[in-house]
Every structure is written in C-alpha cells, then in structure tokens.
C-alpha cells in the first residue's frame, strides 16, 4: 500500500513540475527581445538654412551657428538616438583633444543638428560618432567677419 501512494505522490509531483516547466518556457518567450536602436548618417555636409530650405556651405563667420545635414537614418523610426559630436581644430586632428564635445538626440525627422560652440577663425574637423562608431566627418572653415 505505501508503494502505491509513493508512486501516486510522484506522478502528481511530475505532472505539477511539468505544468510549471511549461508555464516559465511561455513566460520566458512572451518577453520581447531587445533590439538595439542602429543609426545611419549619410551624405554628411555643413549647411544654413535659407528661406526654409538648407543649403551646403563650406565656410562660416565667427559666431555664426554651424549646421550638420545628410540623411539620418534610425532602424527604428519612433525612437530617439543619443549620438556625440565632437570638434577638433585643424585638418585630420584625430586622436587630439577635442575642443567641443556633446550629445545629441537625434530622429529620423531631424534634418540638421546644432553644433552649439563659438569657433575662432581657422579650420576644423566636425566627428559624428554613435559609442565608438564614426558615422561622418566633415571639414569647416570659420572665417572673421
């Protein structure tokens, strides 16, 4: 008698973890996977706006407000994406110091992005980064009024 209520004790204890092995495999696949925001910048050019439209320039004023344009492109078009913004002074400066640096929250929508520092006279380079990846760099020249 103690033999069958041992065996009837396991088979309800095997049907309980089965149930429950089942329930955490189908609580486990209904949490979404994580899917990183990926970032494309393309055609990477400095630009002003006039008249509602942008327009490349190669060259600004001092104290003028110097624009990023291209193509941004995210994988996921409803959300945001932090990249930096980094300012070196002179032709292939990299691996100097930067004398400007900033994040930026940037969309699919967005057309130009601010790069929010005063620049004296002379040439930079302007470095679009997201974490470690380059996405663009492009030259400008700040000239005195």
């Not at 790069?115 to 380079?125: A, D, F």
């Amino acid at each position: 008698m103690k033999q069958k209520e041992l065996t009837a004790v396991g088979k309800i204890f095997l049907v309980v973890w089965i149930v429950l092995c089942m329930l955490i495999v189908w609580a486990l696949s209904s949490i979404p996977v994580y899917k990183p925001t990926i970032i494309n910048f393309t055609n990477l050019y400095t630009c002003e706006k006039v008249e509602d439209q942008w327009i490349a320039v190669s060259s600004f004023n001092v104290g003028q407000d110097i624009y990023l344009c291209g193509n941004i492109r995210l994988s996921d078009s409803t959300q945001k994406k932090e990249i930096q913004v980094r300012v070196y002074e002179g032709e292939r400066a990299f691996y100097k110091h930067e004398i400007f640096y900033a994040n930026v929250m940037v969309s699919s929508m967005d057309k130009a992005i601010l790069v929010n520092t005063y620049l004296s006279p002379g040439i930079y380079e302007i470095q679009i980064n997201s974490g470690r990846r380059v996405l663009g760099v492009v030259q400008v020249e700040v000239v005195s009024q």
